[in-house]
């Protein structure tokens, strides 16, 4: 367990909420308006104001683990688009996977988060966010707020810039005009999207326009504004596969529309389409299938140091951790050790193709709450960016981490 600072001590209820409600008008000030999530009729504390102290050492491990990794991402992308009848295994529907394997000089995925379990075992990671990651105004903006608040140093000072590079390469490689515009869209309606889209946007270095997706307009041979100026380049914080499913105010398909367009190169889109490729937990499974076939002797060892286990089936194995292979936020996940599960989500992703992942078990935290000490499981997100590790994200929560897991901030001591 990693030591913490507190900003309450000893804990009172009445101190530490108005200390934190403080604490949330700055963060929200900057564009961190989720510090609290309404859900099950109540507000749930999502943001903790402790902050965690975590060796330097652990910093460089998890850096130089999450550029290992992206790095196999990257070879097991390279090895799919020579063998691609493997793409049937991902679970991604069959209308997208011409579009996975458009050609062209983008990386697979410019904005990626892969999520790590750190203990006394090692250090794992279990799954990549490669499509639609968040957690970047988390680990950008709050975690500078609470760092100040403690007198601490943060040691993601470097996500901005990071991002500014992976625009300058984004537009090289997309060949985007300084008189072009980059719309950025998302859900209108989802705070947390929204706010991560502005601020990729305020870091954007031409022009940019934020356009809500319920206001985008398909057209039978483009897409375009309301206004009716023509959509070429979208960075979009809207999972891929989603617009299979979205049909126009007469039931027209246009969600299948626009991806024709992306197709067609009518339209290009930020992160690419192979970046739902990566995302499919398959990936993981054909990282442990595919080993000795796909990978370097020295690709083998990262494999070995830092992958667990992967199957299609459970096979003979007593503990795992089921998980659809398109499932988010912690959705349609069950958990099993010694052949009792010890947690499971029901309600989410039951029709969707499965992997079995060796258990690994979270370690334990301990942070504050408006309830007081809370102690949970740790998990640790690490941010690559154009693939440069680019911050950590730290949440503390149950046996499943889902959207309820609390965000705490971190320093380096």
Known sequence: MLPYKSLTEPFEPSAYLKRWEELERKVAAKGFTWASLYENYEDNQYMSDSLLIVPPSLVRELENASRAVHDIFRKTYEQMSKDRSIVHKTGISVFLWDLLFKGGKSAFSYFTRYDFIASAGGLKVIEGNTDTPVGIVEAAIAQDIICKEHKSV????????????????????????????LYFTCADWHDEDKATAHYLMSLYPQQAEYIPLEKIVVEKEDVRTPRGERIDFLYRLYPLEYFLEEEGPTGEQIGEQLLVHIMNDKIKVINPPSSLLMQSKAILAFITEKKKEWYTSSEQAVIEKYFLPTYETAHSMQSYVKKPVLGREGGGIQIVSEGQVLDEDVEYYQDQRVVFQQYFP????????????????????SHVINGEPSGLFFRVGGLITGNLSMFVAYTTG
């Open 154 to 181: 943060n040691p993601n000072e470097r996500i901005a810039a990071n991002i500014k590079n992976a625009w300058d390469q984004i537009i090289r490689d997309y060949n985007i005009a300084s008189s072009d515009t």
């Open 362 to 381: 979270m370690p334990n935290q301990t942070i504050d709450t408006w309830d007081g000490p809370y102690s949970g499981k740790l998990l640790i997100g």
